[in-house]
């Protein structure tokens, strides 16, 4: 009779011990089950979204930072200063995190309001023309041969080729366009396109008038076509996939280094005009730094290096109004009312473990009451305390084992149940509080859409959550009886024999 | 040759501020070979004198030594493991195991050399001490009172120990039976070489032993 065999004859002859000890490790172990099972299916869900999605991570400026010093400034109309982003932190971030990036991408924008280019439009109406006869377009600039838009796959090049390095480095005059706004201008590979950027202003009466010009002269060298968006339905059948092609159909891409060149010449004819007008000088506020408010966008060799890349460009940076986005926090934003039933279940799992172990303990110290006598002889033989509480906790790991595997059975209907449950649940409705961004806005992260996110969640087993579903209903019965034998250890054989 | 000597053993109870004593220098030596009877009034101190040489609770003063080496070197729960075989007025079997069962859960606690096949040598014993084989296979509370008592006292021959103590055994059973356990410890006493120390109330049990001790007052007085 080794504590095996005691063991053995406990469970087997003391059934209804066993029973009550087998139904509270299932009744417990439904809960803790459906708790792991959950939070098992939101983080599954979120990595098997995120494995799709390219390795993007965007340095961005922390808008929460500047509202709060703009509240201490007190005063809105003067500008902040802090340490805005320069080419040497993007140096130091390549040095000490270079090993993760694929590539680095940063765009410069200007404005060109001109009549040179027929707008591409795709419904009437759609497009919102400015107050005069001119149409508005963007310059963008890139700074890869293969820039973001291409790597993470929002766009391709149809006809034509991408930048050369060459052209990125001296700035030169030439354009990538979508293919919406080629056809509409009649445009191909290889064309030169004219465009008269117009400085207009309005007259007291509200007439349109152009008081400068600058004349461009581009090489067209490619055509992109860009990726449809999932067609989601906005406003009066006008989709957010329609809104993007229109934007990015108004977009003129180049180098970065023609967009900031044009930028100073264009502010440099807003200030003469300024000057003029008003008889006053015009003051600078920032110096000139190309990096300032742009987010960067760093593509990174494999999904996995992101969390070590974020850690080691942080510290590199180590400037605090700025920040490092990646999928992973977009994903969170949109698909913020799994998260947040992950992180209450995350906060009942502890909450009914910790209460599982006070539930089990109490019952186990109940049971080593009952068995006192019997404790008594093993301590009147000779036996060692520590063996006897091996003893215990080998019936109650057995019993509760299993408890574990029948709560197995039950648990994923269970687990399905609260989820639905929680997620029909009205404070989990995604439209409070969450606001959708309704087209990427400067950066290459992935837009998400809580609904596809839904119907790709499905509470399901898992290696990892039955493993760790099983550990812990041991870990709480081997804790719960170390607790109750206080008991054995404050027995006293000549007391309860003699 | 003295297997239990005594020398000096005192023991009192805390009564509030007060040490009221129950044993005072007691000095003696039991030997191996001889059935001892410890008497005495109620409350006198037997069952307090006996735990002490059971290791059931620790010495005060004095000291109490198995074969010259004294019980402050031991741990207690060893001399309960390999030294000592004790037998209580309530039998304490565990209940929901076998006769078997519960003879064979000593043998499986001492560290002191068994044989090999425990089973049999288990069965053999409770036979000896009167308990066959299907009772053997009983859970022992469907046994007799003098049945439980036999498988008590086989289950603390069952480790191989020389010393064997009994707090009142014959407390709970009919005279027949009582007759018989003291013959049980006669023979272990003579025919076994075992050292048996009961305590009782029955002037019938003491009236067979060898050695007849009273405690009063604290002290023994000795009958041979
Ligand atoms: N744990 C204890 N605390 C305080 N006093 C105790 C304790 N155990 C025993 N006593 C007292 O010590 C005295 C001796 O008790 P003991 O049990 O040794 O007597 P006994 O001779 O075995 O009596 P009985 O024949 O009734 O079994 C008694 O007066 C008893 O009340
Ligand atoms: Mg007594």
């Known amino acids: 009779m080794n504590i095996f065999q005691r063991a053995l004859t406990s469970i087997t002859r003391r059934k209804l011990k066993s029973l009550i000890l087998l139904l509270i490790v299932i009744i417990l172990g439904n809960i803790i089950l459906s708790t792991l099972l959950i939070v098992q299916s939101v983080d599954g869900t979120r990595q098997s979204i995120l494995r799709e999605l390219p390795p993007v991570v965007s340095l961005e400026i922390d808008y929460t930072k500047l509202d709060e010093l703009y509240k201490e400034q007190g005063q809105f109309d003067k500008p902040i200063e802090i340490p805005w982003l320069t080419f040497d932190d993007l140096d130091r971030i390549e040095a000490d995190a270079g090993s993760y990036i694929k590539i680095v991408d940063y765009s410069a924008y200007a404005g060109i309001e001109t009549k040179s280019l027929e707008p591409y439009t795709i419904m009437d109406g759609g497009y919102v023309r400015g107050p005069g006869e001119t149409n508005y377009f963007t310059l963008q600039g890139v700074s890869a041969p293969i820039f973001a838009m291409l790597e993470v796959g929002d766009a391709e090049i149809v006809e034509g080729r991408s930048f050369t390095q060459e052209e990125l480095d001296n700035g030169s005059p030439v354009l990538l366009i979508g293919e919406g706004l080629a056809e509409k201008n009649n445009l191909m590979v290889g064309d030169t396109v004219l465009i008269e950027s117009l400085f207009t202003d309005y007259t007291e009466e509200g007439n349109q008038v152009i008081f400068n010009t600058i004349e461009l002269e581009f090489k067209l060298i490619g055509i992109l076509k860009f990726k449809a968006l999932p067609q989601s339905e906005g406003k009066g059948g006008f989709s957010e996939h329609d809104y993007l092609l229109e934007e990015r159909n108004r977009t003129l891409f180049t180098g970065n280094r023609f967009v900031e060149k044009y930028s100073r010449e264009s502010m440099d004819v807003w200030r003469s005009y300024y000057e003029e007008k008003y008889g006053e000088t015009w003051e600078d506020y920032y110096e000139d730094n190309p990096l300032a408010g742009r987010p960067i966008t760093f593509i990174l060799n494999s999904s996995e290096d992101v969390s070590s890349f974020v850690e080691k460009a942080q510290a590199a940076l180590n400037n605090e109004y700025y920040y490092f986005a990646t999928q992973e926090d977009n994903y969170k934003k949109v698909a913020a009312p799994l998260e947040s039933m992950r992180k209450i279940l995350t906060y009942a799992f502890y909450i009914t473990v910790g209460s599982a172990i006070i539930v089990l303990t109490l019952v186990l110290f109940g049971f080593m009451r009952d068995r006192q006598k019997e404790i008594g002889i093993y301590l009147a033989l000779g036996e060692k305390k520590s063996k006897i509480t091996v003893q215990m906790i080998i019936e109650n790991v057995a019993v509760g084992f299993l408890g574990a595997l029948l709560a197995l059975a039950s648990g994923t209907f269970v687990a399905s149940y609260i989820s639905d449950m929680l997620i029909a649940a009205p404070q989990l409705d995604p439209q409070q509080g969450v606001i959708l961004p309704v087209y990427p806005s400067n950066n290459y992260l992935a837009n998400f859409d809580y609904e596809s996110i839904l119907q790709s969640y499905q509470v399901g087993f898992s290696a990892t959550a039955v493993i760790a579903f099983i550990i812990t209903i041991l870990a709480t019965i081997v804790v719960a009886q170390l607790i109750a034998s206080i008991y054995i250890l404050r027995s006293d054989p000549k007391k309860i024999m003699m | ?224």
């Open chain 2, 1 to 224: 040759m003295a297997v239990i000597t005594v020398k000096n053993l005192s023991h009192y109870y805390q009564d509030g501020d007060y040490r009221r004593y129950v044993l005072k220098e007691i000095n003696y030596s039991f030997e191996k070979g001889k059935f001892y009877c410890i008497l005495g009034q109620s409350g006198s101190g037997k069952t307090t004198f006996l735990s002490l040489i059971g290791a059931m609770d620790s010495v005060q003063s004095g000291t109490i030594e198995f074969e010259g080496k004294p019980y402050q070197k031991y741990d207690l729960n060893t001399i309960r493991r390999n030294l000592i075989g004790m037998v209580f007025q309530s039998y304490n079997l565990i209940p929901h195991m076998t006769a078997l069962e519960n003879v064979l859960v000593a043998m499986t606690i001492t560290e002191n050399e068994i044989p090999k096949d425990k089973v049999n040598v288990a069965y053999n014993l409770l036979d000896y001490l009167g308990i066959t084989k299907t009772k053997a296979d009983r859970l022992v509370t469907r046994l007799s009172g003098g049945e439980q008592q036999r498988v008590a006292i086989a289950r603390a021959l069952a480790t191989n120990v020389d010393v064997i103590l009994a707090d009142e055994p014959t407390g709970n059973v009919d005279e027949d039976t009582a007759e018989d356990i003291v013959a049980i410890f006669k023979k272990l006493a003579h025919e076994h070489n075992k050292c048996v120390i009961a305590v009782t109330h029955s002037p019938q049990v003491a009236a067979e032993a060898d050695i007849v001790l009273t405690l009063r007052k604290g002290n023994f007085i000795v009958n041979e």
